[in-house]
């Protein structure tokens, strides 16, 4: 039987992170940490700046080394390289954007397709990139050099390069970064629409109303430890939470 914090519609266990700390010199950037994430599922993962939210995707994808602890990806062993992960069915979007600005739209989103067969059968990568476009409404600026995109759509570019590798695992850092509330909206129901294809979501934000709305869970981080895991009312009142985080967003 499914607990409480494992909603129903949740399936198989996709990323699995047990005792995971990483280390830079001196500084612990993360102890201990314990996460799950099921197929289907929207996690999110919180916390002040520096507590670790990137590490930890970094640590999923490779990029940097545990000190201790294990990374599963449906029961395997996380990739150790970044080649590694597309195989494995897992995307990410970077902090900020991360794109290529002397490339277009449609080059963009191809880089995310490369690695990945995917698709309809023969079907080549520009297909499957205008494909991710489309879904995400930028079909007609598959041309346009990206920069000359405004930033919203600069994140839904970003977004599409992800998920047109029809990821199992999506890990999004920061995606309602500098969007309004039209913007965060839209994004909002296209992490509810990749959810309920069966994928995994794990989502690190800042905005508060946003995670707390989209995700089934909430993971608070920090200084690297976890400080709260549950459904997202219990976490948004959860004193160690609000005197960690939520005390400092709602000052702002
Ligand atoms: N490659 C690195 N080398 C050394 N220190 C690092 C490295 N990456 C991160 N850190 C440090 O580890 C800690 C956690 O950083 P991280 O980027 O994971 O935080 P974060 O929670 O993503 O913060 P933010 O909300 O500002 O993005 C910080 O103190 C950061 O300075
Ligand atoms: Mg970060």
Do not use: W
Not at 108 to 137: I, W
Not at 142 to 160: F, I, M, S, W
């Amino acid at each position: 039987m499914p607990g409480l914090e494992t909603p129903a519609h949740a399936g198989a266990m996709r990323l699995q992170v047990r005792g995971l700390t990483v280390r830079f010199g001196g500084l612990a950037a993360l102890t201990d940490v314990d996460l799950d994430v099921a197929d289907g599922q929207v996690v999110g993962l919180i916390g002040p700046n520096g507590a670790g939210k990137t590490t930890v995707f970094n640590a999923v994808c490779g990029l940097v080394r545990p000190a201790a602890g294990t990374i599963t990806v449906a029961g395997r062993p996380a990739a150790r390289s970044a080649s590694g992960l597309a195989p494995a069915g897992v995307a990410r979007t970077l902090q900020g954007l991360g794109l290529f600005p002397g490339l277009s739209v449609l080059e963009n989103v191809e880089v995310g397709a490369l690695a990945t067969p995917g698709g309809a059968p023969g079907s080549s990568t520009a297909d499957r990139a205008r494909r991710a476009l489309a879904d995400l409404d930028l079909a007609d600026r598959a041309a346009l050099p990206v920069g000359a995109l405004p930033y919203p759509e600069q994140k839904r570019v970003a977004l599409a390069r992800a998920l047109v590798a029809e990821p199992r695992l999506l890990l999004l850092d920061e995606p309602a970064g500098g969007l309004g509330a039209a913007d965060i909206a839209e994004l909002d129901a296209t992490v509810r629409r990749v959810a309920s294809r069966g994928c995994a979501v794990l989502l690190v934000e800042h905005h508060v109303d946003f995670v707390m709305g989209v995700c089934d869970r909430v993971v608070v981080l920090d200084f690297g430890r976890v400080i709260a895991d549950g459904l997202p009312d219990a976490v948004r009142r959860d004193p160690a939470v609000t005197a960690a985080y939520l005390g400092i967003e709602v000052t702002r």
